[in-house]
């Protein structure tokens, strides 16, 4: 994934560096077969029809033995879902994909577009695990340039690198990051973005609980863009493991594509479409969790065991501790369950801590005091 070499030596300088200097192609990075690949076709992507006598998929036709009416296969495309999230997040239904939790989207990113045990991937650390995870259940070699010190982007060595190493396909960003908390600078991940000839995967698993807008309304400017969020985080809906993936119609059409037939079940599916209704109460328990974050925040701030609280855009703070995995295994003895973070780069003696309720918070602070 070539960008001129020129761009290299001024792109700091000049207010050009943020206009593209190659033309994405998604032929040009697909893998091959999966360009030819027949999908496999379920009896309800033939039949799309509300009412008939449903006698071509070999279900049960007595119903569910729970009495419950789970006996017809779900919609394998989840329309009446993505028409009311296209509304909310402002986007075409079809420019939506749902899988079994985000990670579903990442691993079926790596089948489409890289080549086991010859294209790559850029990972960005510190950041989510799954992105290796996946990387290396697909043959998939992971290069690694880390956040800067204030955790954001080395805009200009992953500039570098990309110019240097035409197999990479794909650039993984998490915007707010996990473990750090904050947002990723915009501007730089446009850079990126223009000058890129792969794609580029922005993770905004927590982006409901930051101040900048998400990158999905980037997405007709950039057509090497996707973005990650999930139903996990701000609508409360971890158990039900939904994740959705926003790109252009061609990069989703690949994903339906090879996308096991019946990935998001009926009962799935009839949850969000509830929640859905509940935006406004989404809204409300955001602010909430935003407000106790940052209460949360100043009485760690005030705790003599706190050296440093990160700033956070996220629903977790990142907290710098002395002899962090001490602390972790004391408050595992209180039953106050946090991160230990201190194995990974750049977050040496960190402890991450998910903003619980008022009194769960007033817990951990009590147990930190005993410490």
Not at 274 to 287: G, S
Not at 305 to 328: C, G, M, Q, R, W
Request: aromatic share 8%.
């Amino acid at each position: 994934m070539h960008i001129k070499k020129q761009y290299l030596s001024d792109w700091k300088k000049s207010e050009k560096s943020n206009m593209p200097t190659n033309t994405f192609n998604i032929e040009s990075i697909v893998r091959p077969h999966i360009l030819k690949l027949k999908p496999y076709s379920s009896a309800r992507d033939e039949y799309t029809g509300k009412s008939g006598v449903f006698l071509d998929a070999n279900e049960n036709p007595f119903g569910s033995v729970s009495g419950e009416a789970f006996n017809r296969y779900p919609d394998p495309l989840q329309k009446a879902v993505k028409e009311k999230l296209a509304i909310i997040k402002e986007v075409k239904p079809e420019q939506i994909f749902l899988g079994n939790g985000s990670d579903e989207a990442i691993d079926l990113l790596f089948r489409a577009f890289c080549e086991p045990q010859k294209d790559k991937v850029l990972l960005l650390p510190p950041t989510y695990g799954m992105y290796k995870v996946s990387a290396d259940i697909n043959l998939v070699e992971t290069l690694e340039i880390p956040l800067t010190t204030e955790y954001q982007l080395d805009t200009e060595k992953i500039l570098s690198l990309i110019e240097k190493e035409n197999k990479v396909k794909l650039i993984f960003v998490c915007s707010p990051n996990n473990p750090t908390g904050n947002q990723i600078n915009l501007a730089e991940i446009e850079k990126i973005l223009n000058n890129f000839s792969g794609l580029v995967v922005v993770d905004e698993a927590y982006i409901d609980f930051a101040p900048e807008k998400s990158m999905v309304h980037f997405l007709d400017k950039y057509p090497n863009l996707i973005v990650l969020q999930t139903f996990s985080k701000a609508w409360g809906m971890a158990a039900l493991r939904i994740g959705m993936a926003y790109a252009s119609k061609q990069i989703i059409d690949l994903l339906n594509k090879i996308k096991p037939p019946y990935n998001i079940n009926q009962l799935t599916q009839e949850k969000v479409l509830e929640a859905l209704d509940a935006n406004e109460l989404r809204k409300q328990k955001v602010e909430e969790l935003i407000t106790l974050r940052e209460n949360l925040k100043n009485a760690l701030l005030e705790m003599p065991l706190v050296e440093k609280v990160y700033p956070s855009d996220a629903n977790f703070l990142l907290i710098k501790v002395p002899e962090a995995t001490k602390i972790y295994d004391k408050l595992i003895k209180q039953l106050v369950i946090v991160r230990n973070r201190s194995s990974v780069i750049l977050c040496d003696n960190c402890l991450r801590i998910t903003v619980g309720t008022a009194e769960e918070n007033t817990k951990l602070l009590k147990a930190l005091a005993e410490i």
